[in-house]
């Protein structure tokens, strides 16, 4: 007679299933850890395509995985960017430091109003995100005094990573920063989306009044991921301000909050890979659509947008996949975690 697994036994072991590596996962890293050696002349096209997949990753975990809808996102990123900035300005030249006092800094402005924007209903949710960032965008533009104004903050000057790894003009170590960064935060945050903490968020998202009635917390769970989400979006700005070695009030602008919500709507929510996917494509597009058309580019990405809701983004995928699908069921099977 064979006796069944307890229920916790059984989440657990679920969990450890959904949390090995798959052989397209690791080519995907690969792939990306390659191009450091392949593609010398697009470093800095890569840097900034890092640094928005962290951006993307950082909303994911709120709208993907929280069901919680954020049209001012910058706010966190450019808190994070002017951190950074102002630390290497006034001697605190190494770059991790800066990493974690961008992080602490937006994660504390992050709880701080976190309690402003689980309030209410979804609408009134997007309202006091926006509030929020143009809020700190008129602070960043009124104290000129220390943050550059208009002008930008300027005479950010970068010590080497760990002391090791100097800075060069074509961007090679400033995109091996920022992927080690991104990549130590997707593993942080695949472990907590593959965790109990991961489940109850996404209960929490489809259905908030039954979590609640089943014991989950869905305030205190919101607020954690909020701030957690807010962190991440500080890293990603302290990291442009880190690689560019300057910051504007462009870090806070309404644009930034857009276009990173245009990357997840390329790529996809709940699943991590969405907003990397969405950052590379919509980074690659841009580009491309900016060199044929400099002046009406934005066109070709709206019209790009417009398809994927008409026709829907998971035909479009399967359409392109389709040569490739016989690979992925062959090649597709877990692989352990070392």
Do not use: K
């Amino acid at each position: 007679m064979t006796i069944p697994h307890p229920p916790a036994t059984r989440v657990t072991a679920a969990l450890a299933r959904r949390g090995r590596w798959r052989l397209p996962e690791v080519a995907f890293w690969a792939l990306a850890l390659a191009a450091l050696f392949l593609l010398p002349g697009r470093y800095l096209i890569l840097n900034e395509i890092a640094i928005l997949a962290l951006f993307a990753l950082s909303l994911d975990l709120l709208l993907g995985y929280s069901g919680i809808v954020s049209l001012g996102h910058a706010a966190f990123f450019g808190l994070g960017a002017y951190t950074a900035g102002l630390l290497a300005r006034h001697g605190v030249a190494e770059p991790v430091v800066g990493l974690f006092a961008a992080a602490g800094a937006a994660a504390l402005v992050g709880f701080a109003t976190s309690f402003l924007v689980l309030r209410g209903s979804d609408l009134t949710r997007i309202m006091v995100t926006i509030g929020v960032a143009l809020v700190l965008g008129e602070i960043a533009n009124r104290m000129a005094w220390l943050t550059g104004g208009a002008d930008g903050l300027q005479g950010i000057v970068m010590g080497p990573v760990l002391g090791t790894f100097e800075f060069d003009l074509w961007g090679q170590t400033a995109y091996g920063y920022s992927l080690a960064v991104l990549f130590v935060l997707f593993l942080l945050a695949r472990r907590i989306v593959h965790s109990p903490f991961g489940l109850s968020l996404c209960a929490i998202r489809d259905n908030p009044l039954r979590a609640a009635a089943v014991g989950i917390p869905v305030g205190g769970r919101l607020v954690a991921v909020y701030t957690l989400a807010a962190a991440y979006a500080g890293v990603a700005g302290a990291l442009l301000a880190q690689t560019t070695q300057f910051v504007s009030l462009d870090v806070l602008e309404f644009h930034r909050s857009a276009d990173v919500l245009l990357v997840l709507i390329i790529g996809g929510t709940g699943y991590l890979y969405g907003g990397i996917i969405g950052a590379v494509l919509f980074r690659l597009v841009q580009d491309e659509l900016a060199n044929l058309t400099p002046q009406y580019w934005y066109f070709w990405v709206g019209l790009i947008l417009v398809v994927l809701v008409l026709v829907g983004r998971e035909r479009v995928v399967a359409t392109l996949a389709a040569p490739f699908a016989g690979l992925l069921r062959r090649f597709g099977r877990p692989v352990r975690e070392a």
